[in-house]
């Protein structure tokens, strides 16, 4: 008798709705469940109540930035090991740079390329 898996979740966090949506449409197709926020203190909120499998952040949203969530996704013991994955599409080096600082896992550029999201995502949620 093959085993179950459970579907996994995914938190996207961007303050565009046109990225959000494609980004969620991408993952519901390939399997995923999708979340959605449009900034950091939403994310928050919806992170708590649902405690998604992984994490894609934009990097500059208004009110609280994608590093900031993340660096708070990192600072609880029971979320530290979640996978976080930064994205952005004007990020410049020393940005990228503190997205890894933070406990981002990958940085993804804007627009992302649907295969690569999917491929990342399969890699760091195998058994999903």
Do not use: N
């Not at 990192?74 to 990020?91: E, L």
């Not at 406990?103 to 399969?122: C, F, M, N, Q, T």
């Amino acid at each position: 008798m093959a085993v179950k898996t459970r579907t996994a979740t995914v938190l996207v966090v961007d303050d565009d709705e046109g990225v959000r949506e494609l980004i969620a449409f991408l993952l519901q197709r390939a399997g995923y469940r999708a979340v959605t926020a449009t900034d950091g203190p939403e994310a928050l909120r919806i992170f708590t109540d649902t405690r998604p499998d992984l994490v894609i952040l934009d990097m500059v949203m208004p009110g609280l930035d994608g590093v900031s969530v993340c660096e708070r996704i990192r600072a609880d013991a029971a979320t530290a090991a979640m996978p976080v994955v930064m994205m952005s599409g004007r990020a410049t080096k020393t940005e990228i740079a503190s997205a890894f600082a933070s406990g981002a896992v990958e940085y993804l550029d804007k627009p992302v390329h649907p295969g690569e999201l999917i491929s990342l995502l399969r890699m760091l949620l195998p058994d999903r």
